[in-house]
Antibody, heavy 116, light 108 residues
């Protein structure tokens, strides 16, 4: 069974940093595009970033460009999201997801709360 | 940027048919994907590429996409179908992934 197990997240002050991790199993991670999607409290889904299989291409939503970095370690079957200069509006549940033609598998989600 | 418009809510009685729309300019030229999300849970893919069902999704879930509207149809609605539903496309012009605002399906 495909699994995406997330870790990281928590409470951070505005301007702070946080790193999210996503451990993949039971599929060929190195052959898959991967993504991060977030959901602010009571709001809809918002795509955050995509990364190509070998990490050579990365795409971001405009609101996080220059602040967030998506990366991966294919040897460890792991996906990461480094979040810097965090703002209150970044408060959300963050999901990692495998991207085939659609987001076919999702992690369990992890809450990032940005507040002083 | 490309905007997907969904009705905020749809209500249907058990056993009836629910239709949830996703509107955008020329959406018929794109592949539309649909997700179901129940409270406190991660989204689940229910349809991809307009009308294909992943393994384990009941045949009651079907989809269509033409012109400026894509539609998710749920036949013989059950209480367990009550959830938020989101449409999603890839905007090839901006290389962005776009989600609709979501539709809350209420089973009366």
């Amino acid at each position: 069974e495909v699994q995406l197990v997330q870790s990281g997240g928590g409470l951070v002050q505005p301007g702070g940093s946080l790193r999210l991790s996503c451990a993949a199993s039971e599929f060929t991670f190195s052959a898959s595009w991967m993504s991060w999607v977030r959901q602010a409290p009571g709001k809809g889904l918002e795509w955050v970033a995509n990364i190509k299989q070998d990490g050579s291409e990365k795409y971001y939503v405009d609101s996080v460009k220059g602040r967030f970095t998506i990366s991966r370690d294919n040897a460890r079957n792991s996906l990461y999201l480094q979040m810097n200069s965090l703002r209150a509006e970044d408060t959300a549940v963050y999901y990692c997801a495998r991207l085939s033609s659609a987001f076919d598998y999702w992690g369990q989600g992890t809450l990032v709360a940005v507040s002083s | 940027s490309y905007v997907l418009t969904q009705p905020p809510s749809v209500s249907v009685a058990p056993g009836q048919t629910a239709r949830i729309t996703c509107g955008a300019y020329n959406i018929g030229s794109k592949s539309v994907h649909w997700y179901q999300q129940k409270p406190g849970q991660a989204p689940v893919l229910v349809l991809y590429d307009d009308s294909d069902r992943p393994s384990g999704i009941p045949e009651r879930f079907s989809g269509s996409n033409s012109g400026n509207t894509a539609t998710l149809t749920i036949s013989r609605v059950e209480a367990g179908d009550e959830a938020d539903y989101y449409c999603q496309v890839w905007d090839s012009i901006s290389d962005d992934v776009v989600f609709g605002g979501g539709t809350k399906l209420t089973v009366l």
